[in-house]
Nanobody, 126 residues
Framework: QVQLVESGGGLVRAGASLRLSCAAS?????????MGWFRQAPGKEREFVAAMTWFAPGTYYSDSVKGRFTISGDNAQRTLYLQMDSLKPEDTAVYYCATSISATYYSGLPIDYRNWGRGTLVTVSS
């Protein structure tokens, strides 16, 4: 079982930037999985934001964040990041990181992810 903890959320104005982090409880745990970021706004379903693998240059973004958000990880493969630029009010949500079912498979479907953090709240004011 991988324990994930997200951080970096907060209240910002539209156009600002934030960087979210997702840390694993033990070094080396994340390297066994492709990773994803999802978000859930009040009253809405959880939606895909971005995903990546550690061992291949593969990244995948939802259309709503493509060009504004960047997913990455540190060299120790212990922390996952989500750099969010040009934030919009519609980006307001709780953001979650999660591990995929394997090291090489990632998708935009929550069902394909196993371990989830508890989320960090991002609020973007207009």
């Amino acid at each position: 079982q991988v324990q994930l903890v997200e951080s970096g959320g907060g209240l910002v104005r539209a156009g600002a930037s934030l960087r979210l982090s997702c840390a694993a409880s033990e070094v080396g745990q994340l390297r066994r999985y492709a990773m994803g970021w999802f978000r859930q706004a009040p009253g809405k379903e959880r939606e895909f934001v971005a995903a990546m693998t550690w061992f291949a240059p593969g990244t995948y973004y939802s259309d709503s964040v493509k060009g504004r958000f960047t997913i990455s990880g540190d060299n120790a493969q212990r922390t996952l990041y989500l750099q969010m630029d040009s934030l919009k009010p519609e980006d307001t949500a709780v953001y979650y990181c999660a591990t995929s079912i394997s090291a090489t498979y990632y998708s935009g479907l929550p069902i394909d992810y196993r371990n989830w953090g508890r989320g960090t709240l991002v609020t973007v004011s207009s």
